[in-house]
């Protein structure tokens, strides 16, 4: 049987970086044998940002008061070291909108390649500083995951696409999803939040035996 791992995040928000590579992690140092289908959801945190982008200090400050942000990121440095991830939140000065990158990745799935078309958006974004708001920095990433450059360029500028991708993103809060990252193993168990490795393999380890369980019990 085939464990449903739904995923909730927003590409530019940090712990979700951390926690899409600890599911990584955890699955392939874990969980080598267990089949996974992995879904992700858009959610937009700033759905009215800029196409130029708006500046993560000005954001920190203007919201939470933060006048220091590398006192800000200490927490999250720590996380994402202690998993072997490669993380300075200082590389990306900018939060770009999203909706395009969204939108591609929602289109993804239908080729096979939505969980890896998300970590390559994700890690262009944190790791290579790139304006995952750009089409054309999409459809180069795109066009490495199931979308000829071309392709992936008029889909990522495309308004109806685009309001597929809002009522997604709407069908994600309706169903209770109001802050990220949010995993759902199994259609049943939620984990939200910053998570360890342990955790995230434990909440495997319960979904993955339910999943194995059903044939017999029904």
Not at 9 to 25: A, F, G, Q, S, V
Not at 134 to 161: K, P
Not at 195 to 203: M, N, Q
């Amino acid at each position: 049987m085939t464990l449903a791992i739904d995923i909730y995040t927003e590409i530019t928000c940090p712990w979700c970086n951390i926690e899409l590579h600890r599911l990584d992690k955890v699955l392939n140092e874990r969980f080598a044998s267990l089949p996974v289908d992995i879904r992700h959801h858009p959610v937009m945190l700033m759905p009215d940002c800029p196409p130029e982008g708006l500046r993560i200090a000005d954001l920190l400050r203007s919201r939470y008061g933060v006048t220091d942000p590398a006192q800000a990121w200490s927490r999250p440095h720590a996380e994402a070291r202690a998993s072997g991830l490669d993380l300075d939140l200082a590389r990306q000065p900018f939060a770009y909108p999203t909706m395009r990158a969204h939108t591609l990745i929602r289109l993804a799935s239908a080729r096979g390649t939505q969980h890896a078309l998300a970590i390559a958006i994700t890690q262009a974004y944190f790791q290579d500083a790139r304006n995952i708001g750009d089409a054309e920095i999409l459809a180069v990433i795109a066009s490495n995951h199931g979308f000829t450059r071309n392709e992936a360029h008029r889909l990522a500028l495309n308004s109806d696409e685009h309001a597929q991708t809002r009522e997604k993103a709407a069908a994600s809060a309706a169903q209770g999803v109001t802050s990220v990252p949010h995993f759902v193993f199994g259609e049943r168990l939620n984990i939200i939040g910053g998570r360890s490795e342990d955790e995230i393999a434990e909440a495997i380890r319960q979904t993955a035996s339910s999943v194995k369980e059903r044939p017999n019990a029904a």
